[in-house]
Antibody
């Protein structure tokens, strides 16, 4: 059974940092591109960041470029998102999702990040 | 950036009836379009990819059509478990963009 389990969310003050993790199992993690997608409360889905299967290339939405860093450890089957200089508008549920052919086939249950003083 | 526009924002349908959801792209995305279902408090689930291919385990009552800039998701006979929010997403160009969603509610 495919599983993606996010962790690391929580309440943080503006300007603070958090590191999200996504533990993958049940599929060949090292073969998949991986993404982070977020959803602000009551809003729609927004793509945040992407990393290729071997970790050699990364991409970011303009809204997080320079503040967020995506990475992965294929030996540990784990995806990460380091989030720095957090803003109120970063408040959202963050989902990790897999991509073998361009679309998002597997999704985690999400982890909530709240940025507030 | 390709803008995806879904209509209507909310669709009120009785169980057993047909639901038709629309998605329009601001420029051609060929057939590089997916549909996702999201129930309240849950993660999205892939329904359709490549505009018309059902994902594994998705019932045949869900069908997708279209190419270029106009796409449709049809649910042939709504079941109680189908009331949810549906998103389209293009994966033709970066960044991969979603529509704003269509909420299918019980009439």
């Amino acid at each position: 059974e495919v599983q993606l389990v996010e962790s690391g969310g929580g309440l943080v003050q503006p300007g603070g940092s958090l590191r999200l993790s996504c533990a993958a199992s049940g599929f060949t993690f090292r073969s998949y591109w991986m993404h982070w997608v977020r959803q602000a409360p009551g809003k729609g889905l927004v793509w945040v960041s992407h990393i290729t299967s071997d970790g050699s290339s990364t991409y970011y939405a303009d809204s997080v470029k320079g503040r967020f860093t995506i990475s992965r450890d294929n030996a540990k089957n784990t995806l990460y998102l380091q989030m720095n200089s957090l803003r109120a508008e970063d408040t959202a549920v963050y989902y990790c999702t897999s991509d073998i052919s361009g679309f998002f086939d597997y999704w985690g249950q999400g982890t909530l990040v709240s940025v507030s003083s | 950036e390709i803008v995806m526009t879904q209509s209507p924002a909310t669709l009120s349908v009785s169980p057993g009836e047909r639901a038709t959801l629309s998605c329009r792209a601001s420029q051609s995305v060929s057939s590089n379009l997916a549909w996702y279902q999201q129930k309240s408090g849950q993660a999205p689930r892939l329904l359709i990819y490549d505009a018309s291919t059902r994902a594994t385990g998705i019932p045949a009552r869900f069908s997708g059509s279209g190419s270029g800039t106009e796409f449709t998701l049809t649910i042939s006979s709504l079941q109680s478990e189908d009331f949810a929010v549906y998103y389209c997403q293009q994966f033709h160009n970066w960044p991969k963009t979603f529509g704003q969603g269509t909420k299918v509610e019980i009439k």
